[in-house]
Each structure stands twice: as C-alpha cells, then as structure tokens.
C-alpha cells in the first residue's frame, strides 16, 4: 500500500489564441510565474504554452491570472496536464527480485538501474526501489483522471513483495 503520497512536480499545457507582441527569443517567450513554488511557462508563437513545476496544490486560477497579464490576452484555453511526477513510500524495504517475478510489465536490470520499473497501459510508470521509495509518473490529462492513475499504482504496490 502506498504511503505518504506527494506530487513532487507537474507539466500543464495550454492554447492561446491570440498573442500580443512578446520578447520572442527563438520563437518562443519564457517567464517565471511564481516564486513559491517555482512555476515557469514558456509561450511559443503558436500560442502553445508549457507551464513547468509546481505540485498541484496551487490553485490555476493564480498562476493562470498572472500569465495572461504577463502575455497580454485571456483566449486561453483549458489547461491539460501533459506530465505529473509523483513521489510515495510502500512503508518497508521491498524484495525487487521476487517482485520482478510476480507483476506483470516490469522490468529489473540492477546492473542498469537500481529499481523495478513498471510500465502500465495508458503511459503510466511506476519506479520502486529497494528502500520502499517509489516514483510514479506519466500520468496525464485532466485533473480529475490523477485520482483513478494513482488508484492504479496503488493496485501495483500492493502486488510488490515486501522483505520480512
């Protein structure tokens, strides 16, 4: 079972229909939105606009407010989370060897990497180490499919064989 569940980091997209005249640098405008916690977003001339860091706690009105005064225009879009980086604890030391063995769509290669990595259907992967500590990501979309991905590793780790 997965314990102490915190989203280290985050990767939303939006659309921008209308631009005002930016410092374009290379076909594309960088900011910093917020310090605390630190969430840039880059705008290309499309009107694409990859907003980087954070840990889903803030709320997107916030940020979203601050970039539009930032960019000149309130078209955007809806904004869709393209990556979410996930950090948790299974609460024990875990048997990576023995685990390989019993799930489904993992990998354990320790002269590669130090963990089992697990791959699920829809992008989501799952990296567990011996420790317990376990790192979740690919997880997509809207904010309200986070909560079924994450339901899904949990499946996983309670599949995880645990050291006695």
């Known amino acids: 079972m997965l314990r102490e569940i915190s989203v280290v980091s985050m990767v939303r997209t ?3 229909k209308e631009l005002k005249n930016l410092p374009w640098e290379h076909g594309r405008c960088s900011f910093r ?7 840039s977003a880059v ?3 499309s009107g694409k ?3 980087y860091g954070g840990n889903g706690g803030e709320a997107p009105n916030q940020f979203l407010s601050e970039l539009n005064k930032k960019v000149g225009s309130d078209s955007c879009g809806e904004i869709h989370i393209s990556n979410q980086v996930i950090r948790a604890n299974v ?3 875990v048997d990576l060897i023995s685990s390989h ?6 990998e354990y290669e320790p002269e590669q990497f130090p963990g089992l990595i697990i791959h699920g259907d829809d992008g989501l992967t799952m990296l567990v180490f011996s420790s317990g500590k376990v790192i979740i990501t690919g997880i997509k979309g809207d904010v309200n499919s986070t ?3 994450i ?3 949990v499946d996983w780790s309670n599949e995880l064989v645990m050291v006695r």
């Open 91 to 93: 609460g024990g030391r």
């Open 33 to 39: 939105i917020s310090h605390k916690p630190k969430i």
């Open 151 to 153: 339901s899904e590793a």
């Open 49 to 51: 606009v990859l907003i």
């Open 147 to 149: 909560p079924d991905l």
């Open 14 to 16: 939006l659309q921008y």
């Open 101 to 106: 063995g019993e799930l489904l769509n993992c």
């Open 43 to 45: 705008v290309f001339r």
